[in-house]
């Protein structure tokens, strides 16, 4: 895979070159890799809490309740959260952050490069350029280091330009997280057309957990592609009893033949992987 760019972000200094590199200041303060799925009802949000005690939000779910869980895992003052990653902008993933970018400092926000005409996306844009935070659009093949044997890369992005609300899923991030011999695969809403574009990745794709692309969806998560990445558990951010009879009880069925387990917020509330970058746990709310 090749690697594009290289972003150090060091006392506001911003600088481009090869590799995309999220310079790691503090000391080394644990082994533990924290991602928290948040119950947050019909909608994607997760916290990341690096070794490093960085914070990395992917999505702000549909309403507020973000930040009530934010108050809950994040205790630093001043409040600072260091990457924001909004996968595409849908309400359901985009409108939490709205009030995330008013009320904490962000190092970095990370965006697919695309635009939606909404209202929720344009107050997300001024969020954005009132917080002050550094920009980045996401590209194939870049990796935002963390640290040493922490990174995100980067595996779909669109590159840019103007979708509209049916074709927003395509325009999804998907990137992977490794932590030493542990990954996440996080699809954001990709349906099926992506995971059939990401399939040249081959081994790449393998991962321990997959957080389940489109709330388990029958458009996502396909028999080929679970194959691929072969996850150990999949976790699926969706409400109880929502409106849209999500997850799918097809794509159930897929992940059950598939031997994988799967996790819903909307059961079990917010759900906790801790990994050590070779083993991991699975902690439930209920």
Same mark, same amino acid.
């Given at each position: 895979?090749?690697?594009?760019?290289?972003?150090?972000?060091?006392?506001?200094?911003?600088?481009? /070159?090869?590799?995309?590199?999220?310079?790691?200041? /503090?000391?080394?303060?644990?082994?533990?890799? !924290?991602?928290?799925?948040?119950?947050?009802?019909?909608?994607?949000?997760?916290?990341?809490?690096?070794?490093?005690?960085?914070?990395?939000?992917?999505?702000?779910?549909? =309403? =507020?309740?973000?930040? !009530?869980?934010?108050?809950?895992?994040?205790?630093?003052?001043?409040?600072?959260?260091?990457?924001?990653?909004?996968?595409?902008?849908?309400?359901?993933?985009?409108?939490?952050?709205? !009030?995330?970018?008013?009320?904490?400092?962000?190092?970095?926000?990370?965006?697919?490069?695309?635009?939606?005409?909404?209202?929720?996306?344009?107050?997300?844009?001024? /969020?954005?350029?009132? =917080?002050? /935070?550094?920009?980045?659009?996401?590209e194939v093949g870049e990796a935002i280091h963390f640290s040493e044997n922490l990174e995100f890369d980067i595996i779909a992005a669109p590159g840019g330009g103007v979708t509209n609300d049916n074709d927003a899923n395509e325009t999804s991030i998907v990137g992977k997280l490794i932590y030493k011999d542990f990954s996440i695969m996080f699809m954001g809403d990709a349906p099926a057309k992506i995971e059939n574009k990401i399939m040249a990745y081959g081994d790449g794709l393998k991962s321990d957990i997959i957080k389940v692309g489109h709330h388990g969806s029958k458009y996502s998560s396909f028999m080929n592609f679970l194959s691929s990445v072969a996850p150990k558990a999949g976790i699926i951010e969706v409400a109880e009893k929502n409106i849209y009879n999500l997850p799918s009880p097809a794509t159930l069925s897929r992940f059950i033949m598939s031997g994988i387990n799967i996790f819903e917020t909307g059961e079990k509330g917010d759900i906790k992987i801790l990994s050590d970058g070779f083993t991991a746990n699975i902690f439930t709310e209920r």
């Open positions: 895979m090749s690697i594009k760019r290289k972003i150090i972000i060091s006392a506001g200094l911003l600088l481009i /070159a090869s590799v995309v590199w999220f310079l790691v200041l /503090a000391q080394k303060q644990g082994q533990i890799l !924290e991602t928290i799925f948040l119950d947050v009802g019909q909608g994607d949000s997760i916290l990341i809490k690096t070794p490093q005690n960085q914070s990395i939000l992917i999505d702000g779910g549909p =309403n =507020n309740k973000v930040l !009530e869980k934010l108050g809950k895992y994040i205790f630093s003052l001043p409040k600072k959260i260091d990457v924001v990653i909004l996968t595409h902008p849908h309400a359901d993933h985009v409108t939490g952050l709205i !009030e995330v970018l008013k009320r904490y400092d962000v190092g970095l926000v990370v965006i697919n490069g695309v635009y939606l005409k909404t209202d929720n996306y344009n107050q997300f844009l001024v /969020a954005v350029k009132n =917080n002050g /935070a550094k920009v980045l659009t996401a």
